[in-house]
Structure formats: structure tokens, C-alpha cells
């Protein structure tokens, strides 16, 4: 393992040393018992590549196709709340790094920045939206992002209420730093209830008012996936919201697959949730994801400024790349089917390394 291998893997370590304690406890907490932000992670470690030989991996082509054209790399940028409570440049910093990697950033619509200074930074970048109980509230911040280049509409759906935390609520975050939200709330109507009675016909209103494709992010059910498809989505997002919302939700490793070969290339399908390191992102892929996005470790790779998620980036590239020359592939499309479920025993091997 190279010095750098061990930086990304310590990354939260650091993190925790270097950030006030209700900043990192804020990122790092999962709902309740913590049972499914706990499990994240290594239920990666629950699946095996089957590897080719023989295959020219001289040229390793890392980029893959998005909702609005191609990405370079298969890994993005999931919408997280409060970046400037990491580090004071915050998502412009995020956003910087990730437009050299010709990168996608999904913009949580709690940003402590406007849309428009994200959009100045070149960055492809797509809105995160929940939706109000009062639709109409929604509109003003929609428009505006439309208006500044936003390339998709992610709606999360996987929070009809927020789910209770013990480790550190937010609002003691915003109380600390009362000048890093609202940016764009006055717009994402900050106060209004989330919508209890989401369903289907919000994705055929939110494209009509937007015009853009809607990607739906926290799926975990294949029957859902299906709807998703059906009511037009143009991706389906598999995710449990890094495990803040309910816990015990089945780990995204595991409800990836089902939700895969129920879109059946319908639509785009996406995950998160305890991607850690290129194996992580190829495991992903191989798996039928078409791209994978990454949140805690954007937060504390942000402890180190634009630099620090530049690293990250390089890091997780050097990784991805090393892994798909192992498995034989040349592009991120020859990873597609490489993986399979792994026996028991290597599950609970898999459980001892932690
Ligand atoms: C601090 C924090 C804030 C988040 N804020 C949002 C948000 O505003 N909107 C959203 O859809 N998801 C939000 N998420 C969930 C992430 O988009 C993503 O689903 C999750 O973090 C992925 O898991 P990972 O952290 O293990 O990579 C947040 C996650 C964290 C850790």
C-alpha cells in the first residue's frame, strides 16, 4: 500500500482531529442506533470481481456517460449540506476541484452558496431539491438554477421527515456558523415541511417546470425503481442518505443489484453510501451502476481546502484505474457484470477485517 492509498483510508481520522467536534460529529453521524451508516461501507466488501486476462489495459478510459453528455470520471460529487462549516471556501472549493477532473456535482439545496458562483466555476454540476408540501415554494430556486446551467434535477425522496440524530443536530452547526446557510433558502423555503404525500406525479412536475431530466436519489427497492421508470425518471439513484434518515435501511451493496436489472437499462442507475476507494467505485460499476458518488469523503477531504479534494480526486483516479487494469477492463464499461455476490465465508471474513 503506497503512502497515498493510506491518506484516502485515513481521511475520516484525520478529519476527526482536525475539525470542531460538532462539525465532524454533525458529518459523521448516521440516524439513531447508527446501524446503517455503520454497515456502509464494508457491505462492499461483500461482493467479488471476476476478472478478465488477456486484455490490452495500456489505455484506461475513466470517463462515462451522464444525464448531459460525459462525464470524465465515474465517480461524482453527492449533495451534502453545510460544506462551509468544513472549510470557509466551502462548495466553490468542491466544486473548483472537481471541474479538473471534468467531474459532476450534485449542489445540495441547503448550499451556503448561490447557484450562479458554482455555475461560474465551470464545474457540471446538477440541483439537489426536496420538495415542500406547498409545491409552489419550490419554484423560485428551480428556476433559478435552470437559469444558471443546472443539468439535471435530483429530487431526494428518502425524507419525508428528518430522521432524529443524537450525535449532533444541525442546528447546532448553523448555530456556530450562522452565516454559512441560506445562501439560496430564502428560495429552497427553508421553514416549509417537507412534502409527506410525494409521489410519481411530482417527477412529471418537475420536469414540465424545469425542462430537465429528474433523477430520484434514495431508492432501494426494486418495485420503487420500476415506478421511478415509469413516472420518466431518467435515473434512479439507489441510496439511504449515507444512513441519516432510517436506520437500519438495507445497505446500498446490497439493494444495488435487484434495482440494476429492474431498470434493465431503462434509465440511468446510481449509488452511494460507503464508497471509500477506487475498489469501492469499481465494485459499483461492475455491479451495473452507471456512475457512483461519493459524500463523507468529499467532507473531509474538504478539511484541506480545494487541495484537499483535488487529492481525493487523484487519489480515488490512481485507484480506479490501478483496479480496472486488475480486472482487465479498459473502460469503465467493460466493469459492467465483473461482480458477484460473495460466499458466506468470504462475508464473514469480510466482517473480521473490520
Ligand atoms: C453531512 C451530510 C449532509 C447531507 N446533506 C444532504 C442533502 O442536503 N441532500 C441530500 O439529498 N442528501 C444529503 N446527504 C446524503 C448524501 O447525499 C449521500 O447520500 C450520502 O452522504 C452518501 O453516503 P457516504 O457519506 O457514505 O458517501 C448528506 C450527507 C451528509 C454526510
Not at 452565516?179 to 406525479?201: F, W
Amino acid at each position: 500500500m503506497s503512502e497515498d492509498a493510506r491518506w484516502l483510508a485515513g481521511l475520516g481520522e484525520q478529519a476527526r482531529a482536525r475539525l470542531p467536534r460538532e462539525v465532524y460529529d454533525y458529518v459523521a453521524q448516521g440516524a439513531r442506533e447508527g446501524v446503517t451508516a455503520g454497515e456502509a461501507a464494508w457491505a462492499w466488501h461483500g461482493h467479488r470481481l471476476h476478472p478478465h486476462v488477456l486484455r490490452d489495459v495500456t489505455d484506461v478510459d475513466l470517463s462515462v456517460p451522464v444525464l448531459d453528455g460525459r462525464a470524465g470520471v465515474p465517480w461524482g460529487i453527492a449533495p451534502t449540506t453545510l460544506q462551509g462549516a468544513v472549510h470557509p471556501d466551502g462548495e466553490l472549493a468542491v466544486a473548483r476541484a472537481t471541474a479538473e477532473v471534468d467531474g459532476l456535482m450534485v449542489l445540495t439545496s441547503n448550499a451556503g452558496v448561490t447557484v450562479e458562483e458554482v455555475a461560474a466555476t465551470g464545474v457540471r454540476w446538477w440541483l439537489q431539491a426536496y420538495l415542500p408540501s406547498d409545491r409552489t415554494l419550490a419554484i423560485p430556486l428551480l428556476r433559478r438554477a435552470v437559469a444558471a446551467g443546472a443539468g439535471a434535477v435530483v429530487l431526494t425522496v428518502d425524507t419525508p421527515v428528518v430522521a432524529t440524530k443524537y450525535a449532533a443536530e444541525r442546528a447546532a452547526v448553523e448555530r456556530r456558523h450562522p452565516d454559512l446557510v441560506g445562501t439560496n433558502l430564502e428560495l429552497a423555503a427553508p421553514n416549509a415541511e417537507k412534502a409527506l404525500d410525494l409521489g410519481p406525479h411530482d417527477l412529471d412536475w418537475l420536469r414540465e417546470l424545469t425542462g430537465l431530466p429528474v433523477v430520484v436519489k434514495g431508492v432501494l427497492r426494486a418495485d420503487d425503481a420500476v415506478r421511478c421508470v415509469q413516472a420518466g425518471a431518467a435515473a434512479v439513484w439507489v441510496s439511504n442518505h449515507g444512513g441519516r434518515q432510517l436506520d437500519r435501511a438495507v445497505a446500498t451493496a446490497a439493494a444495488l443489484p435487484d434495482v440494476v436489472a429492474a431498470v434493465g437499462g431503462r434509465a440511468q442507475v446510481y449509488v452511494d453510501g460507503g464508497v471509500r476507494s477506487g475498489i469501492d467505485v469499481v465494485t459499483a460499476l461492475a455491479l451495473g451502476a452507471d456512475a457512483v458518488f461519493l459524500g463523507r469523503p468529499v467532507m473531509w477531504a474538504l478539511v484541506e481546502g480545494e487541495l484537499g479534494v483535488a487529492r481525493m480526486h487523484r487519489e480515488i483516479g490512481v485507484q480506479t484505474v490501478e483496479t480496472l487494469r486488475l480486472a482487465g477492463c479498459s473502460s469503465v464499461s467493460d466493469a459492467r457484470g465483473l461482480a458477484s455476490p460473495a460466499g458466506l465465508r468470504s462475508l464473514a471474513q469480510a466482517a473480521d477485517l473490520q
